[in-house]
């Protein structure tokens, strides 16, 4: 699932990640995302930089995605039980950066 890329960021030409953490149920399903840490980046003078403004511009859109992810639970004794603590980077990279 592609998170979509916020209007305003692409305005400004920012980008950035965003680190969730959630649990996987027994069903694959993701429960509780919530962000662990965001950078949001911006070109100066040909150098990057993690900037606070406009902070959190990406943790909503890569919430919204993350609950929608789907994985494979563990299964222990051929039983799925649920897993904690899971962890997924997102990147939110503008097209022209691609091949930088």
Not at 56 to 77: E, G, H, M, N
Request: glycine share 6%; hydrophobic share 45%.
């Amino acid at each position: 699932v592609q998170p979509v890329y916020p209007r305003y960021a692409l305005q400004r030409g920012l980008f950035g990640w965003v680190l969730v953490e959630f649990t996987v149920d027994d069903l694959g399903r993701v429960i509780d995302p919530i962000v662990v840490d965001h950078c949001v980046e911006e070109f100066k003078f040909k150098v990057t930089e993690c900037i606070d403004q406009p902070g959190y511009i990406f943790d909503r859109p890569a919430l919204a995605a993350a609950s929608k992810f789907k994985y494979k639970p563990k299964v222990v004794d051929g039983v799925p039980i649920e897993t904690t603590g899971v962890r997924h980077l997102i990147s939110f990279i503008l097209d022209e950066m691609k091949n930088i």
